[in-house]
Nanobody, 124 residues
Framework: QEQLMESRGGPVQVGQSLTLTCVAS????????VGWFRQAPGKEREAIAI???????????????RFAISKDSAGTTWTLQMNNLQLDDTGMYQCAATQGYRC??????????WGQGTQVTVSP
């Protein structure tokens, strides 16, 4: 059974950086899509960063230029590097992975496996 686990988030201040890591147990996601999603208080979950099976990076406009997604060559660990964090970045962050080999947009319907989530709180 595939399980994904995010590293601990935490409280950070505006302008600081934080890296989240997702570790997959079960099978390798090499050649599949992986991503990060965020649910802010009172809002729906949104895709913020996706790395496609062809290593195309897709970002939500709100994080473009500040966040970066990457994956290790084994396909078992991927990270979200978050720089210049802002108040609006507060939320529950979840990593996700696809069972298939295709993802063409910033949408959650591509994804089959989900982590439990980790809270990131940005304060002034």
């Amino acid at each position: 059974q595939e399980q994904l686990m995010e590293s601990r988030g935490g409280p950070v201040q505006v302008g600081q950086s934080l890296t989240l890591t997702c570790v997959a147990s079960g099978y390798s996601h090499r050649g599949r899509c992986v991503g990060w999603f965020r649910q802010a208080p009172g809002k729906e979950r949104e895709a913020i960063a996706i790395l496609s099976s062809t290593d195309e990076e897709m970002y939500a406009d709100s994080v473009k230029g500040r966040f970066a997604i990457s994956k290790d060559s084994a396909g078992t660990t991927w990270t979200l590097q978050m720089n210049n964090l802002q108040l609006d970045d507060t939320g529950m962050y979840q990593c996700a992975a696809t069972q298939g080999y295709r993802c063409y947009s910033l949408a959650e319907f591509w994804f089959n496996y989900w982590g439990q989530g980790t809270q990131v709180t940005v304060s002034p």
